[in-house]
């Protein structure tokens, strides 16, 4: 995380299962989505995924440190579905959604 950490930031983390039959899947069944989000700001301040290559996590990163949630992630699902062209692109989204939806229940407490 670079930078200072904030009393409004919060540490969600979403998983879903990687695809059967792909080389991906023989290493690691399941992968994470983790986010650092600025509850003031709705803003993903940071993020990660659990993939073993360093390639993909700065990728999947880049697309979507500093975007906001304000207006629901549909716009940056598809940014995922339009850049990232891989046969776990699937998995990345539902890890994606679930991070959200925990971050989302969050802040309704």
């Known amino acids: 995380m670079r930078g200072e950490m904030k009393d409004s930031y919060v540490y969600v ?39 073993i290559k360093d390639i993909t996590n700065n990728f999947l990163s880049s697309l979507l440190r500093g975007q906001s949630l304000q207006n629901g992630i549909d716009h940056l699902t598809k940014l995922i579905e339009s850049r ?10 539902q890890a994606f959604i679930t ?11």
């Open 13 to 51: 983390a979403g998983f879903a299962p990687l695809p059967k039959g792909t080389p991906v899947f023989e290493l690691q069944k399941s992968l994470g989505c983790l986010l650092i989000i600025d509850k003031e700001t709705d803003i993903i301040v940071d993020c990660d995924f659990t993939f």
């Open 84 to 93: 990232f062209l891989v046969s776990p692109q699937k998995a990345i989204i």
């Open 99 to 109: 991070a959200y939806q925990r971050y989302m229940e969050s802040k309704m407490k």
